[in-house]
């Protein structure tokens, strides 16, 4: 047993020291990143970006420098990209107002950024807190009735209380918030089925936005103005 306590700790130590040294790596490409950014060596820079980004460790300053050396290089899908990451992060209204003037400039297809578009951010950030105050008020209800079973006035009085939470948490699980990605290369091709072969339904010359349903093998099933078709996955970047 003691070989065993020993063995955990052991493991412990020396997962926190591999995140110490992940962490430590990370933040000494990032000063080189930004040194680089800094001497506009952008090409140079985006690449040590990027891969922090896809170690998920982006900071808003970080994806705000993305969003502007892409918008340079004349990428304005990825540049929108990381600029709706960035307002995901920090809820900076001059960013949303700047994606607004963006996507109606280049006549980007899909974007929105009103009214459902707060709400779906909003109810991705919040849903987890939402499930977990409905389960402790479902733990509440069943503890209520396993403590009154014997009054079958109160036991009916907490099920009915219970079915409000069962309900929510039941639509909750069953929806994610939408699924969406941007067109980050043009001209694009959408096409009726996964296979280079397949018809082309329409070909997207400028930034848009669609919903991922699927992916199968390198493609994409995506829904664009209404229609299904099937895109190159490394043609989409999902937020």
Do not use: C, H
């Not at 949303?96 to 951010?121: C, V």
């Not at 009054?151 to 918030?177: D, E, W």
């Amino acid at each position: 047993m003691q070989k065993f306590k020993i063995l955990i700790w052991l493991l412990i130590l020396f997962t926190a020291n591999s995140n110490i040294g992940l962490t430590q790596s990370l933040e000494k490409e990032l000063v080189m990143a930004d040194s680089l950014y800094e001497k506009k060596q952008y090409i140079s820079a985006i690449k040590i970006y990027d891969k922090i980004y896809k170690e998920g460790k982006s900071s808003p300053a970080m994806l705000l420098k993305l969003a502007r050396i892409e918008e340079g290089m004349g990428n304005i899908g990825n540049s929108i990209f990381y600029l709706e990451n960035y307002f995901q992060q920090t809820k900076d209204e001059t960013a949303l107002q700047y994606l607004k003037e963006t996507t109606e400039k280049k006549n980007a297809i899909g974007f929105e950024y009103g009214l459902s578009y707060k709400a779906d951010l909003f109810y991705k950030e919040w849903k987890i807190y939402l499930q977990s105050f409905l389960s402790i008020l479902l733990l509440f209800g069943f503890g209520m009735m396993i403590k009154n079973q014997k009054s079958a006035t109160k036991k009916r009085s907490y099920f009915a209380f219970t079915i409000f939470p069962i309900l929510v948490i039941a639509l909750l699980n069953n929806y994610q918030g939408k699924s969406e990605a941007i067109i980050i290369s043009t001209p694009s091709f959408l096409l009726e089925g996964p296979s280079s072969g397949a018809n082309l339904i329409e070909k997207v010359n400028s930034p848009a936005k669609v919903q991922v349903k699927d992916q199968i093998d390198v493609w994409s099933k995506v829904v664009f103005e209404d229609k299904v078709a099937y895109i190159k996955t490394s043609q989409i970047k999902s937020l």
